[in-house]
């Protein structure tokens, strides 16, 4: 595939413009502000460090490179199986559930983008509720559907993941364009040795622990008014 159409393949689905409403998470991030526990721009890049070297990068991650090796051999019993671990793995109700539309709504995207039977019996079996289709997941249709490669294809879901947060909390008032910016540039290392460390951890390896967030995720879900999903 011609690498201009690829890299514009990559570039439309890490741009906020693509409607899976992933920008529309904190991620916690609004509970642990509400609390006064994160007010600054130093506080809020450790918590994108936290959440990325222990919840996105091995499991997120892990799970999206596990289902690219599935795409590829049309293994959609192997796609369900890492759909399920996933799913179940999230601890946050509301978190599984975004995660779910999200992946729900990405799929749609791809089948009106072209023509893959993959991703069509994919699809079917979230239609027949027969797997929740997690972001993760979907979005490693996604990349092997468009040509983009499993490290990039990974890179684009740690990067949406932390453009996502540094939104919320320029909504939140926390950081100012520039230092979301400032941020995002130090990151960058970060989610390049997270890609590398899982690029080749089998899925009974994945695993995710940020006990300290999920309980304020949890605390935030129960709230009657909030800007973001949890």
Known sequence: MNTDIVTLGLM??????????TYTMSHGLEMLHRKKIITTPEQTRQLIEALLSNQVGPADCVALNN??????????????????????????????????????????????????LTVKKFHEQILENKTPGTYPVCLALAGQFLGISKNNTCLALMYGFTVGVLGAAMRLGIIQHTQSQQILSEIRPIISEQASMHSNTGI??????????????????????KMFVT
Not at 99 to 106: D, M
Not at 204 to 225: A, R, T
Request: aromatic share 10%; with cysteine; proline share 2%.
């Open 12 to 21: 439309q689905l890490s741009d906020s413009f693509f409607p899976t409403g």
């Open 67 to 116: 289902s690219y090796d599935c795409a590829k051999e049309a293994n959609i019993s192997g796609l369900v199986e890492i759909d399920w671990k996933i799913h179940r793995m999230r601890l946050v109700q509301t978190q599984r559930e975004a995660s779910a539309r999200a992946g729900g709504q990405l799929i749609k995207c791809v089948i009106a983008m072209g023509n893959d």
């Open 204 to 225: 009974d390896q994945m695993w995710q622990f940020i006990p300290y967030v999920e309980i304020f995720q949890m605390h935030h879900e129960k709230l009657e008014s």
